[in-house]
């Protein structure tokens, strides 16, 4: 594998200069006149100004991510949220504005429907969309979203407590929630929760802006509210609201007996009479925590090796990563919360960001994100920036796939056959316990847009209300009401990207067909997988799934079976 490994290098650039740095409109406007001002004869014309259009795109979409990652990467970094306010108040209007005109354009020529319509369609219903959208007054509006929204990973990446004399992260204090002394968990809980608790007036305040503030992009754009705005904008075309109402009743029908009959058992495997927030992750048995890795030198190396079990191009893939430090891994002070595969379009080798704290979950984080790092690499030879764009429900499945299969060999992480066992158990638990809770997610999300004008107070009962519906009644919060009922405020996707979440729900079932699919025919998986991954977004959503080898369906029956198949494999472990 080492010899086989070539590090990428930036193609030569036949539209934007070489030496092009685009920090200010003044040196990129000269790119879209020309755009906009150059006549399209042919159907090769109009190929040609694609394909320029798109190698800007991917120039200046490279640019921006980086600074985003620059901010969050230490999100004390003065000049990297210069960068940042620079790009959402001075550039992006501009340039949203400018791409709308290259959409009119576009849809205008008489040769767009000379395209193959077997490769644009999707992309050329979704400009279609995008033009139905936009409006002049919203660009400044997004721009301010886009800054408001930066304030959550400020806020998120200055929580800390103090403990045993260490300052540690809100991340690296998670890991003591498995830790099998009882009253060590719930110290390490009060000490985490009063931290989150100095924050929650100031991030209630900041969801209440970016709600207002989202609510009148929506009506500028002639909705009645931001659920419906944001839908479209979003591009599902492939399912609807009432698609999404449909899945929630179904989870709560056939998921959560299974959720609260896995949280009853825990109970009584732990010998408790009353099960606390600080119980829920602890082995049952008196085990301690598994420990796959123990630095993220050694997490890297160990994914490499188990990718490489599973598909030596895989494992490719995030060497080329390490070697070319693209993975940013390790929790600390002023790093933003959470992980991410930020694809950089015009090179391809995408940037992973996580907070390890040598932790399980940090495990499953990395193959996820990994997922999401090989389907970029898989979409980077796609013809346009546009075809690699794919939808949220597509891209889960890539991360959320091997997730599940990298599960057979995770025998590199866990050498004892007992904490194998119980790693897979683990996992397949918290996939059942992540369906309900992404209803929990996207139900709220629905409440919070549809009654834009609600208060702080109707905020948390909603979020109260809603855990009582997809939480188990099992976990007693008792004295730590207000922490439940604030929960919303440690979910990054509800302040930086809204709606962005029953996907997660969806992507999981497409994934758990996989896993079924690999224990039969592992070689014809990882070919569907590779395939479907590779299809970017030149396919509708049902298309992707079904080249993966799975349904896009979120049917009672279908939901039911799946869950099955899961019940099947935590017994047979």
């Not at 904490?419 to 638990?429: G, T």
């Amino acid at each position: 594998m080492e010899q086989s490994v070539v590090i990428p290098t930036r193609a030569k650039r036949n539209f934007v200069s070489e030496d092009f740095a685009p920090s200010s409109w003044a040196v990129i406007e000269p790119y879209y006149i020309n755009l906009l001002e150059r006549p399209i004869n042919s159907v090769d014309d109009l190929k040609t100004w694609l394909h320029n259009w798109s190698e800007l795109e991917s120039v200046l979409g490279e640019d921006s991510r980086w600074i985003y990652v620059r901010t969050t990467i230490d999100t004390s970094d003065e000049k990297a949220k210069t960068d940042l306010v620079n790009l959402y108040s001075n550039i992006v209007p501009q340039t949203s504005a400018q791409e709308n005109l290259l959409k009119k354009k576009l849809m205008a020529s008489p040769f767009v429907n000379l395209l193959p319509a077997e490769v644009f369609y999707t992309f050329l219903r979704k400009t279609k969309k995008d033009l139905e959208l936009f409006r002049q007054e919203n660009l400044q509006l997004m721009s301010q979203i886009s800054l408001v929204q930066s304030k959550f990973d400020e806020i998120a990446g200055a929580q800390s407590i103090n403990y045993n004399g260490t300052e540690i992260t809100l991340q690296q204090a998670s890991v003591y929630m498995k830790n099998t002394n009882r009253a060590q968990r719930e110290e390490v809980f009060n000490r985490m929760n009063e931290r989150r608790m100095q924050d929650r007036e100031e991030l209630d305040e900041l969801l209440t802006e970016l709600i207002q503030l989202r609510h009148q992009v929506a009506k500028n754009a002639g909705y009645k509210n931001y659920l419906e705005y944001r839908f479209d904008e979003l591009g599902r075309f492939d399912y609807t609201p009432a698609d999404c109402l449909q899945f929630h009743s179904a989870v709560e029908k056939v998921v959560m007996p299974v959720v609260n009959k896995l949280v009853e058992t825990r109970k009584q495997e732990l010998g408790l009479d009353i099960l606390r927030p600080w119980d829920v992750e602890v082995d049952t048995t008196g085990k301690a925590p598994l420990v796959p890795f123990n630095s993220s030198t050694e997490l890297v190396e160990k994914t490499i090796t188990c990718f490489n079990q599973l598909d030596p191009y895989f494992a490719q893939c995030i060497e080329i990563m390490q070697r070319m430090k693209y993975l940013d891994l390790d929790s600390r002070l002023h790093k933003g919360m959470g992980g991410y595969n930020m694809t950089m379009p015009e090179i391809g080798v995408p940037f992973i960001f996580m907070n390890s704290a040598n932790s399980e979950h940090d495990l499953i984080t990395i193959v996820h994100e990994g997922g999401h790092a090989i389907h970029t690499f898989l979409t980077h030879q796609l013809e346009l920036n546009a075809f690699k764009e794919v939808t949220s429900e597509i891209a889960e499945v890539a991360s959320m796939g091997m997730e599940l299969m990298t599960m057979e060999y995770w025998n590199i992480f866990y050498t004892n056959a007992d904490d194998l066992k119980r790693a897979k158990r683990n996992h397949l638990q918290y996939i059942i316990s992540l369906l309900a809770k992404t209803c929990q997610g996207d139900s709220f999300q629905f409440w919070l847009y549809t009654n834009p004008d609600h208060t702080i107070e109707e905020r948390r009962k909603k979020w109260r209300e809603l855990h009582n519906k997809f939480v188990s009644k099992t976990i007693d919060y008792t004295g730590y009401e207000e922490s439940l009922e604030t929960g919303y405020q440690r979910i990054l996707h509800f302040y930086v990207v809204p709606f962005y979440y029953i996907e997660y729900a969806f992507a999981q079932l497409g994934a758990v067909a996989i896993l079924r699919n690999y224990k039969q025919n592992a070689t014809k998986t990882i070919d569907d997988y590779k395939k479907a991954l590779s299809l970017g977004y030149t396919k509708t959503i049902p298309q992707f799934y079904e080249t993966a080898g799975a349904k896009f369906d979120f049917s009672e029956k279908y939901v039911a079976q799946l869950i099955s198949f899961l019940e099947q494999e935590l017994k047979n472990l």
